[in-house]
Nanobody, 126 residues
Framework: QVQLVESGGGSVQAGGSLRLSCAASGFAAYGFYCMAWLRQVPGKEREGVAASGSNGGTVYVDAVKGRFAISRDNAKNALYLQMNSLKPEDTGMYYC???????????????????WGQGTQVTVSS
């Protein structure tokens, strides 16, 4: 059974850092999956934050470039998101998501993914 479990969320002040982790289980050939972090705030659509492809490539939404870093450990079936210089607008529920495909141009769309974690809350205060 495929499962994604996020951890590492919390409350920090603006300028602080957090590191999110996603533990994946039940995947066959985890390395072939596009893995991503998406976030959602109440009243808004879920949006892509960053993705890590099977070829090692990474992609980010413009708002987090230079501040966030996505990484993966295929040996551990794990995905990470290092978030630095956090801003109040980074507040939201962060979800780990997966799809067995190239990340491509659809990486930021929630409909692209077919596996989801339960989410971990990140709150950044000013």
């Amino acid at each position: 059974q495929v499962q994604l479990v996020e951890s590492g969320g919390g409350s920090v002040q603006a300028g602080g850092s957090l590191r999110l982790s996603c533990a994946a289980s039940g995947f066959a050939a985890y390395g072939f999956y596009c893995m991503a972090w998406l976030r959602q705030v109440p009243g808004k659509e879920r949006e892509g934050v960053a993705a890590s492809g099977s070829n090692g490539g990474t992609v980010y939404v413009d708002a987090v470039k230079g501040r966030f870093a996505i990484s993966r450990d295929n040996a551990k079936n794990a995905l990470y998101l290092q978030m630095n210089s956090l801003k109040p607008e980074d507040t939201g529920m962060y979800y780990c998501a997966a799809v067995r495909a190239w990340c491509g141009g659809s990486w930021s769309r929630p409909s692209f993914y077919n596996y989801w974690g339960q989410g971990t809350q990140v709150t950044v205060s000013s």
